[in-house]
T-cell receptor, first 113, second 111 residues
């Protein structure tokens, strides 16, 4: 079946602009995660959605970052007033409610010029 | 919150040798510890995991050990092959909720 998909695959934006990154999880997966991976670095947890529960936003680095998950499926990560340090690959992952394995999407490479 | 530290950041071994990557965690409530492998330009994929009710798990050339008292866990790869070259991430979570990853280990297996 289809895996996790993300769009766009690449995004170049000017400093100060807002960007929206999209994640389509695997159908039926109730848990969804966003991570940030800077060049050569680890996976930085950003936010976690589980079903209809309030999301765990504890990893969001600033109030310029926000995320929504509509209808328990598609999620959008929004970065307002982008800064150069926001340049990174943003990865989304999903898993079954009863599962343990997170399935990652291909990521969106964001470059802020 | 949970904090996961991973060492070493880079590791180079000869083909056929063993490789060991170590992680420590801070939250005693963490009970699930997966390891992900990320090949160059690809997405991370789960290779093995362990829960806190066991001390060791093995899958062919890969094994993971867990010491709950000391709050550390390790990945062991035996008989390494060039295709094992990748970045490996450890992670920890409590009841499979939010997941915290280590900074990663870049493993290079030299033929």
């Amino acid at each position: 079946g289809a895996g996790v998909s993300q769009s766009p695959s690449n995004k170049v934006t000017e400093k100060g602009k807002d960007v929206e990154l999209r994640c389509d999880p695997i159908s039926g997966h109730t848990a969804l995660y966003w991570y940030r991976q800077s060049l050569g670095q680890g996976l930085e947890f950003l936010i976690y959605f589980q079903g209809n529960s309030a999301p765990d936003k504890s990893g969001l680095p600033s109030d310029r970052f926000s995320a929504e998950r509509t209808g328990g499926s598609v999620s959008t990560l929004t970065i307002q007033r982008t800064q150069q340090e926001d340049s990174a690959v943003y990865l989304c992952a999903s898993r079954l409610n009863t599962g343990v394995e997170q399935y990652f999407g291909p990521g969106t490479r964001l470059t802020v010029t | 919150g949970e904090n996961v530290e991973q060492h070493p950041s880079t590791l180079s071994v000869q083909e056929g040798d063993s490789a060991v990557i170590k992680c420590t965690y801070s939250d005693s409530a963490s009970n699930y510890f997966p390891w992900y492998k990320q090949e160059l330009g690809k997405r991370p994929q789960l290779i093995i995991d362990i829960r806190s009710n066991v001390g060791e798990k093995k899958d062919q050339r890969i094994a993971v050990t867990l010491n709950k008292t000391a709050k550390h866990f390790s990945l062991h790869i035996t008989e390494t092959q060039p295709e094992d070259s990748a970045v490996y991430f450890c992670a920890a979570s409590s009841n499979n909720n939010d997941m915290r990853f280590g900074a990663g280990t870049r493993l290079t297996v030299k033929p």
